[in-house]
């Protein structure tokens, strides 16, 4: 395929939410040869989402000009929230290659709560979401194979770049000389000095009052310029909650064995994650 003729991605970025996708966006857009989609979230290959709109909208989401192109979603590894995106994915770009940015799993599970905290979808204390962890969404998302198994059904292994948050975090450069090298990107591209910042903080992250739940649903320019100006209006500090040991033992047990197969997967200890069944570090 070639993406520059075609104005389709060569590369798309399937996930994981609250995992550095959007560093990685902010990084890969620094290179010369790279071009993301204008829209860090198409969501096209979502059915109930963007798919009706159709190929050539999707086509315009991507700068033409730029010898390889990409797009960034989070949203794609939502299953089963999301349902066929690797199918609808393939059907129209079967040679893409994929990158998936995973993270400690407890970790991205806490930052998803506290990105649906702030957002105004949840008002219960994290212990009480995390409750029953049958067919748990924070959960399925921490399961980072799982996800990945229904695109390994449409796509090849070698198609397919884990990199974790970590590794972005402790060698950016390293980390994306592997995506280069993944997408076919020239590896000796310069990265400026502020490669390796974190972007997309949670230090801001607000727990919605009522005028402020009412602004987001209803006024929602309003209610992000107060957010700023004066968040004490729309809401307090959210904080980090803390996750008991209980809790900490409970998720990571329901995450074992995922976690040793994304490992063996990966080929990379992905430092800084507790072990799985069987090994692990």
């Not at 990685?24 to 040869?33: A, C, G, I, T």
């Not at 909208?57 to 999301?82: C, S, T």
């Not at 929602?220 to 809790?247: F, H, I, N, T």
Request: hydrophobic share 35%; glycine share 8%.
């Amino acid at each position: 395929m070639s993406p520059k003729k075609d104005r389709l991605p060569h590369f798309v970025v399937i996930g994981a939410m609250k995992s550095g996708t959007t560093s990685l966006q902010r990084y890969l857009s620094e290179h010369p040869q790279i071009g993301v989609a204008r829209m860090k979230e198409t969501n096209f290959f979502i059915e109930e989402d963007n798919w009706s709109r159709g190929l050539s909208w999707y086509r315009r989401q991507f700068d033409a000009a730029a010898p390889i192109l990409g797009e960034v979603n989070p949203n794609y590894a939502k299953y089963p929230m999301h349902r066929g995106v690797p199918g609808r994915m393939h059907e129209v770009l079967p040679d893409a290659r994929l990158i998936y940015v995973v993270r400690e799993p407890v970790s991205r599970i806490v930052s998803h709560y506290m990105h649906n905290v702030d957002a105004g979808r949840v008002t219960e204390p994290l212990d009480a979401v995390l409750e029953d962890l049958s067919d748990n969404h924070y959960l399925l998302c921490s399961r980072y194979f799982f996800q990945l198994e229904r695109f390994l059904e449409c796509y090849s292994p070698e198609q397919v770049l884990v990199l974790s948050l970590e590794e972005l975090h402790r060698d950016p450069r390293t980390a994306l000389t592997r995506v280069c090298r993944h997408i076919g990107a020239d590896e000796s591209h310069p990265w400026s000095p502020r490669t390796g910042l974190s972007h997309g903080s949670s230090a801001d992250k607000l727990v919605p009052n009522a005028l402020g739940r009412a602004l987001n649903r209803t006024v929602r320019p309003l209610y992000r310029s107060l957010r700023r100006a004066a968040p004490a209006l729309v809401g307090r500090p959210l904080g980090k909650p803390r996750v008991s040991d209980e809790l900490r033992r409970r998720l990571e047990a329901a995450l074992a064995d995922d976690m040793e197969r994304i490992r063996e997967f990966a080929g990379e200890p992905l430092t800084g994650w507790p072990p799985g069944s069987g090994g692990g570090q």
